[in-house]
């Protein structure tokens, strides 16, 4: 199965199924908010009924008990990954999980990975409007280190915190990675980019790749290319 899991960043439904049909095989799609909140659960379930697995990317973030039923909510959809912000701490990651088991599809509940810090954010922003000290790095591992603890699979982070989130919690901890454009893209309202061949070299499990695919005037060619770059070919 694919390491490129493409964030489907459409307004309409209609475009999204179109952009699929570009695609003879199953891939991964990252569905966010846009569509999520546009055409709710049924826009999953056409996906799904496709083949195509789904990173759930609705990032929950509210006290322990909410986001348990949520993810068991969340669960009985049977997406493939689901996540939260580690910012809410270890009492409501524990919870998530217990939610995700609750609500197992034949006993199979979706990966769960923390958000650590978003990509779009600046060290500057951290560190003056967040108010958290220190440098984006050793933040980013921190909270890998205390999602791991709180039963979590992986976490998304940028390219840059990759290696050392592994050398920190193991290699069979998951880091899924955006912020992944074409070295001839432009970064768009990312901060800490990267391109897929250095996303291969960091060792990311994972990488999210949008506009670079969607914007692409063959999106099937591009995709194959980028996973040709993340296999190693």
Known sequence: MSRTIVAL???K???V???LDKFDKPIYVKVGMELTYAFGFEMIREIKKRGHKIFLDLKLHDIPNTVKNGMKNLAKLDVDIVNLHAAGGSAMMKAAMEGLEEGAVNGKRPLCIAVTQL???SQEAMNEELLIPGNVKDVVISYAKLA????LDGVVCSVHEAKGIHEACGNDFLTVTPGIRLAEDSKDDQKRVATPAFAKEEG???IVVGRSITKSEDPYKTYNEIEAIMEGK
């Open 17 to 19: 199924l179109n952009f």
């Open 9 to 11: 960043d459409f307004s």
């Open 119 to 121: 990509t779009s954010t």
């Open 204 to 206: 990311c499990d994972y």
């Open 148 to 151: 791991k603890e709180s039963g």
């Open 13 to 15: 439904k209609e475009d």
